[in-house]
């Protein structure tokens, strides 16, 4: 079992930016793949990027390419998100999630981008972007 806590949403300007991280605990964060999620009121969840357990390969939705930048660091049992540019359409609420199946580049296929492809949730973190 592997339990997931985010932080570091907050209110921001556009064209600001942010650090999301998500800290797992549980004993096999390592093995695992983890993805970015959000979520706006009204609104699906939706794929926003993902990292493979090595932290070898990453994939983005492309509204956020070259904006986001996922990372990870297995030492510390965290999985980052950077948010740059932000814009008044980012504003969503922003969950990670770990995934047994899409652990590798070969299994982080657009399947990769459904969120029942994940096992573990965490509670989500605001972010709010202002115009």
């Known amino acids: 079992q592997v339990q997931l806590v985010e932080s570091g949403g907050g209110l921001v300007q556009a064209g600001g930016s942010l650090r999301l991280s998500c800290a797992g605990s549980?004993?096999?964060?390592?093995?695992?793949?983890m993805g970015w999620f959000r979520q706006a009121p009204g609104n699906q969840r939706t794929f926003v990027a993902a990292?493979?357990?090595?932290?070898?390969?990453?994939f983005y939705d492309e509204s956020v390419k070259g904006r986001f930048t996922i990372s990870r660091d297995n030492t510390k049992n965290t999985v980052f998100l950077q948010l740059n540019s932000l814009k008044p359409e980012d504003t969503a609420v922003y969950y990670c999630?770990?995934?047994?199946?899409?652990?590798?580049?070969?299994?982080?296929?657009?399947?990769?981008?459904?969120?029942?492809?994940?096992?573990?949730w965490g509670q989500g973190t605001q972010v709010t972007v202002s115009s």
């Open positions: 999630a770990g995934s047994w199946r899409r652990t590798t580049a070969a299994a982080m296929g657009v399947e990769s981008q459904s969120p029942a492809e994940y096992d573990y």
């Open positions: 549980g004993g096999l964060f390592s093995s695992i793949g």
């Open positions: 990292i493979t357990w090595s932290g070898d390969s990453t």
